[in-house]
């Protein structure tokens, strides 16, 4: 599958030349344009909101449970738009050594022990390890204890599964990422074709405004920048679901009460997960949260109405000292760069530099791009009460 194959309905070259030709005309267009990256799958039937008949999306959830990805996959298991082909864990939050039981855990609350669940990296690619058992517990679930999960892993290891499933079906799976991005970069790693014929990936990761483990990065970045450096210049067409975003769904004491009345092992199992997450974000002494973070990438997904998105051209630092795994956005109609109507087109060839050169360096300034072209569809607004009726609906059984 070349560069001509579909994503959300439009050609991959399409994706490209739509999002560069926006970039000429007005403002608002290119707006209207970038919201309807995500809008593309319910317009396929003419429909639009969640459970209106969409799908089934082939997806793969690369994870690592994780308090708000285990709510992710249940949302996720619950959802009749999504045919879910994989879910693959990796280390992060917590090791996979607690990632894997926990998303097979998920597998077996959910009734959905037929997906196969296969267990991925145990490090970032060139990194050790740091995990966020500050922000997610011991156990990874926020101290919500289940029993030990009786379902298997498949055998073969996640990088390899995530190939063998994305060519079986050139241009129609979608990657979900909801962890650091260790085993999808390891599966492009494996395979140069790989990248053209994924039909795009939908991250919970990055951001734009300031980090949540350093003032730089966001965690799932800051755990694996090199991998998910990978996954940016890949050529697949990311979703960018970051902090500027995910800050603004804080679970709520009603939330939680809404899931302990519905009497369905999925809504109890994510009452208990939330209660023990609201508990211990408490005891933190935090003001808000804790955030789904991981569930609004899935519910962006499901019901594009959620985000508002917007083109960028993103990178990952992977050098700083102090900025490593932080995501640079490059947008040439944001902030001080925006030109008036008409005069957008020269923006676009704004060249992405990297730092200037030193007095010991004979290099002059690194120019990384020669002009402006958007790699990235940046969640930029979030529609947090909408959100939160999806899941809590699909969570608790009532939507
Ligand atoms: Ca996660």
Known sequence: MDSTKEIFG?????????????????????????????????????????????GPFRVIIDTDPGVDDALALLLAMRSPELKIEAITPVAGNVPLDLTLPNALRMVEIAGRTDIPVAAGARAPLVRRLVTATYAHGENGLGG????????????????????????????????ITIGPLTNIASALNSDPELASMVRGLVMMGGSLSGGNITPAAEFNVYVDPEAARIVFQSGIPVTMVGLD??????????????????????????????????????????????????????????????????????DVETTGELTAGETLGYSPVAGDLRRRPGMEKDATNMPIRGSAPTLASTKTSPVLRDKFVPNTKVAVEVDSARFFDLLIGRLSGSK
């Open 10 to 54: 439009i050609t991959r070259r399409q994706f490209v030349t739509s999002s560069a030709a926006v970039l000429a005309t007005s403002g608002f267009a290119h707006e209207a344009n970038a919201v309807t990256a995500l809008a593309r799958q319910p317009s396929e039937q003419g429909k639009s909101g969640p459970g209106a008949g969409r």
């Open 245 to 314: 975003v995910t800050r603004r769904t804080s679970l709520t004491d009603d939330h939680v009460r809404a899931l302990e009345a519905a009497q369905n092992p999925v809504s109890q199992a994510a009452a208990k997960i939330g209660r023990n997450a609201i508990n211990h974000n408490r005891e933190g002494g935090y003001l808000v949260g804790p955030n789904m973070h991981d569930s609004l990438a899935v519910a962006g997904f499901l019901d594009p109405a959620i985000l508002k998105l917007q083109d960028y051209y993103i």
């Open 144 to 175: 919500a204890v289940f029993p030990e999960p009786t379902t298997k892993p498949v055998a073969t290891p996640a990088a390899d599964l995530i190939r063998q499933i994305v060519r079986k079906y050139p241009g129609e799976v979608t990657l």
